[in-house]
């Protein structure tokens, strides 16, 4: 190791903002927002290290506690240090970093953190404006608190795995990947944690925010939850699109070099205006027996979606529209349908391969891959970056994940030589 580089000043929407995160699967991926927001994050670890990080894969496949790519992705720009909360000594200094953080972030099982007294209970009292976020798989209270979960039961359970799959209900549905069940229930915690500092801040007024994984997964199954709540009706799973209670059009078009493209059929003029203007500058329209009703969308001005049920001859543009763009794309490099349709106003999207969505301009004009150095490697890693663009409240992936303690003395010496 080359040694320790100097923390770099937050700088973001949440300047100011001290976080203390218990090391958790549930919550990794809420601290790193936070983190990459401007906040300071401090990631309470055990003295052998969370278990994330020996999560597979390591740089250079090689098993080490600081060369985890998991550990590395969910923690960047956080400080870590190391306590045991089961010893005296430790749990008294966890209560004085509590005292100085303005959020703790937390996924323990419920109870757990109560009976060494460590729990919101303990510090309410004696700092009111305190915000406290749990990230447990059914909610701190229930008769399912105590439930054991992972990723992907949170994902069966909660309605999104149903969802997902193709249209041949012979084969199963498939688990959406990347720990979306987690990083749901962090997003979910991160706008509760916000809303209440924005209280705290305002009216000096802490609380609890308990997060349901479960619940959390739950809303965010777009129509399926709510078409089930409101008129009883299960919506089935269709390849590369929104599962819905009929069937629609597919979506996923192979295009003319062999790769995938993703389509939305035009709805609203300009949309129509622009795939006409394609299809006859591509001279395609002889080969489209029902082009008219591609025209006909313009000359009626777009169509209205919730139409296509009941009316047939918006039914008929909608899936020429369709039928169209199945078309052009059938003439084109995936690349080049996928960049044209962008630049002519046309929702469209593209099956990159993963190690091509870096190299993607798209992501590359948003800022989305991020190199960060490591001194102790004396190399750059190119990392995924914000998730969106906020142009007031800006998104920075500062530094690297923490060693293991590695901030444990800077953290604690100014605290401890406060008067007390």
């Not at 994984?213 to 809303?219: F, Y």
């Not at 490099?333 to 798209?362: I, T, W, Y």
């Not at 150095?373 to 409240?393: K, M, N, Q, T």
Request: aromatic share 10%; net charge negative; proline share 7%.
């Amino acid at each position: 190791m080359i040694g320790t580089p100097p923390v770099a000043a937050p700088t973001g929407a949440l300047d100011g903002v001290r976080v203390v995160e218990l090391a958790s699967e549930h919550g990794a991926f809420a601290g790193k927002m936070l983190a990459d927001l401007g906040a300071e994050v401090i990631v309470v670890e055990p003295a052998g290290g969370h278990p994330s990080r020996f999560f597979e894969p390591f740089v250079d496949d090689v098993p080490d506690l600081e060369r985890s790519l998991w550990w590395w992705n969910y923690n960047t720009g956080k400080l870590s240090v190391t306590l045991d909360l089961h010893r005296a000594f430790d749990a008294d200094r966890f209560r004085t970093l509590v005292a100085s953080s303005d959020i703790v972030l937390e996924g323990e099982t419920p109870g757990r953190l109560q009976g060494h007294g460590l729990d919101y209970e303990d510090f309410a009292a004696v700092k009111p404006s305190l915000v406290w976020v749990s990230i447990t798989p059914y909610g701190r209270v229930g008769p399912r608190s105590h439930e054991p979960a992972t990723d992907l039961t949170i994902l069966a359970g909660a309605g999104p795995a149903w969802s997902c799959g193709y249209d041949d209900h012979l084969l199963p549905p498939v688990r959406p990947g990347g720990n979306q069940g987690y990083q749901t229930a962090s997003i979910w915690a991160v706008e509760g944690a916000m809303v209440a500092l924005y209280a705290s801040q305002t009216l000096g007024i802490g609380q609890h925010v308990d997060v349901s994984m479960h619940a959390a997964s739950n809303v965010t199954t777009e129509a399926a939850t709510y078409e089930w709540l409101v008129a009883q009706a299960t919506v089935e799973r269709q390849t590369f699109r929104h599962a819905a209670v009929r069937q629609t059009p597919p979506r996923l078009i192979t295009a003319g070099d062999g790769g995938y493209v993703i389509v939305a059929p035009p709805r609203h003029v300009a949309e129509f205006r622009a795939l006409v203007a394609w299809t006859v500058e591509l001279a395609l329209t002889e080969q489209m027996d029902e082009f008219f009703f591609v025209e006909m969308g313009v000359e009626r001005g777009g169509i209205v979606l919730s139409e296509v049920e009941t009316d047939p001859i918006v039914a008929a543009i909608y899936q020429a529209g369709n039928d169209c763009l199945r078309l052009v794309a059938s003439q084109l490099p995936a690349k080049d349908f996928f960049v044209s349709a962008q630049k002519r106003g046309l929702p469209a999207g593209m099956l990159f391969a993963p190690e091509d969505v870096m190299e993607d301009q798209h992501y590359k004009e948003h800022g989305f891959p991020v190199e960060i150095f490591h001194e102790d490697l004396d190399r750059s890693f190119l990392y995924p970056g914000a998730p969106f663009v906020a142009g007031a409240s800006p998104w920075r992936t500062r530094r690297r994940a923490p060693h293991l303690g590695e901030h444990t003395e800077m953290v604690f010496g100014p605290l401890e030589a406060q008067p007390q």
